[in-house]
């Protein structure tokens, strides 16, 4: 999860915007919009994966995907003042990013743990984290070097040998996976789609809460190098405060995972989505010095609550018949959410001249969601065992 899609797509695009829009002549605006075409075409492909690693196994469905992934980053090298060319290039890096999506690694740690279930997703979706905080860096070192377009190949062959290479070597499906594939998902309890989608408010709460959620942390996260370079930081200063957020996201996930063990998931959503509105109030403030990287700080801890929410809430809601399946499509409706926030933010910009309406608009979005997780109610797939 280094390499995953967020980390590799979303977080680190804000340090492409300043170099690529200048070289290529092109406003903010049109080259986030790409950002916003990348997350449309991973939410169209999404369920797709889902559905195929609920069908064929993990390993044999990420393996050629992530491959084709990398090789469509790598490929954003050879952009030119074309928008139709950038955006259906970008359009094929989302399509592929969808296989780097959680979907996989939660499917796996669903089937192999039920008591710490919580603190396993944590731990594996950290890594997204730690790849927030390093990328930044890795890739202002290489735009220093060999420009924009390096950077871009050295971003495709950083996916191919911390996500290609970890999953030939160590996912495995759990075992019995085999077994389900030949007999049937109905050997595992949980709800099938159809049921999922029309029979519970629990899903629709968690699209809409959740896509919400993303909307506002990713619109400030993915866009915060942009904010903080206008304000006068330099690009390795800005990729600095932004490698701060990564490392809160690690401990976010960790130990949001942690408390989804120990006490009911959704008050642990509703206390973890107060950091970044108190992260975003701290950047509405202008302030200088330490702000930028408290605000930094208690956004990171919330987009790191995010993932580790789906993926748990997912499995104690609606169970592991079609965990994979359900998860890629609430995914995809969550990773547009994902891109509409870095949007809105470059047209606040564009149109206002100012970051101030859409960061307000983000702060009224999250007291909503945490509004809206306080109806989720009891699980209906609670722990079945004391052990894993």
């Keep these: 999860m280094i390499a995953g899609q967020g980390a590799t797509t979303i977080f680190i695009f804000g340090t492409f915007v300043g170099p690529v829009t200048s070289d290529l002549g092109i406003s903010q605006s049109s080259f986030s919009a790409a950002l916003l075409i990348l997350t449309i075409a991973a939410a169209v492909v999404t369920p797709w994966t889902g559905h195929m690693m609920d069908k064929y196994g993990v390993r044999p469905v990420m393996l050629p995907l992530i491959t084709l992934f990398a090789v469509a980053t790598a490929a954003l090298a050879f952009m030119q003042p074309s928008l139709p060319l950038i955006y259906a290039l970008f359009a094929a890096q989302g399509a592929f990013s969808a296989i780097q999506a959680p979907t996989g690694y939660v499917k796996?740690?669903?089937?192999?743990?039920?008591?710490?279930?919580?603190?396993?997703?944590?731990?594996?979706?950290?890594g997204v984290g730690l790849g927030v905080?390093?990328?930044?860096?890795?890739?202002?070192?290489?735009?220093?070097?060999?420009?924009?377009?390096?950077?871009?190949?050295?971003?495709?062959?950083?996916?191919?040998?911390?996500?290609?290479?970890?999953?030939?070597?160590?996912?495995?499906?759990?075992?019995?996976?085999?077994?389900?594939?030949?007999?049937?998902?109905?050997?595992?309890?949980?709800?099938?789609?159809?049921?999922?989608?029309?029979?519970?408010?629990?899903?629709?709460?968690?699209?809409?809460?959740?896509?919400?959620?993303?909307?506002?942390?990713?619109?400030?996260?993915?866009?915060?190098?942009?904010?903080?370079?206008?304000?006068?930081?330099?690009?390795?200063?800005?990729?600095?405060?932004?490698?701060?957020?990564?490392?809160?996201?690690i401990v976010g996930r960790v130990l949001v995972g942690y408390c989804l063990d120990k006490y009911h998931g959704p008050y642990v959503a509703m206390a973890v989505f107060s950091f970044p509105v108190l992260g975003i109030l701290l950047l509405l403030s202008?302030?200088?010095?330490?702000?930028?990287?408290?605000?930094a700080i208690l956004c990171g801890l919330g987009i790191g609550a995010e993932l580790d929410l789906m993926g748990f809430l997912v499995s104690r809601y609606f169970g592991l018949r079609a965990i994979g399946?359900?998860?890629?499509?609430l995914f995809a409706i969550f990773v547009i959410g994902s891109g509409v926030g870095p949007y809105l933010v470059s047209l606040s910009?564009?149109?206002?001249?100012?970051?101030?309406?859409?960061?307000?608009?983000?702060?009224?979005?999250?007291?909503?969601?945490?509004?809206?997780?306080?109806?989720?109610?009891?699980?209906?797939?609670p722990v079945a065992h004391a052990s894993n």
């Excluded at 905080?133 to 202002?140: D, G, I, S, W």
């Excluded at 010095?289 to 408290?294: A, L």
């Excluded at 309406?357 to 109610?377: K, Q, R, S, T």
Aim: charged share 10%; proline share 4%; glycine share 10%.
């Design 108 to 126: 796996v740690i669903s089937r192999r743990f039920d008591r710490q279930r919580g603190l396993a997703c944590g731990l594996a979706m950290a």
């Design 325 to 329: 399946t359900i998860y890629g499509v």
């Design 349 to 381: 910009f564009e149109y206002a001249q100012s970051y101030t309406p859409v960061l307000e608009g983000f702060i009224v979005a999250l007291l909503v969601v945490i509004v809206m997780m306080a109806f989720l109610g009891k699980y209906r797939y």
């Design 133 to 249: 905080a390093l990328l930044p860096q890795y890739v202002a070192v290489l735009m220093t070097h060999y420009g924009w377009r390096g950077a871009y190949l050295g971003l495709g062959a950083f996916i191919f040998v911390l996500a290609f290479i970890p999953v030939a070597l160590f996912v495995r499906d759990a075992p019995g996976t085999q077994t389900t594939q030949q007999h049937g998902a109905e050997a595992l309890p949980g709800l099938t789609v159809a049921q999922a989608i029309m029979g519970t408010r629990q899903f629709w709460l968690l699209v809409v809460g959740l896509s919400l959620a993303v909307m506002a942390i990713n619109g400030v996260l993915a866009q915060l190098v942009v904010m903080l370079m206008k304000r006068g930081f330099s690009i390795q200063a800005a990729a600095t405060v932004m490698s701060i957020a990564g490392l809160a996201m």
């Design 286 to 295: 202008g302030a200088g010095g330490p702000v930028p990287y408290m605000a």
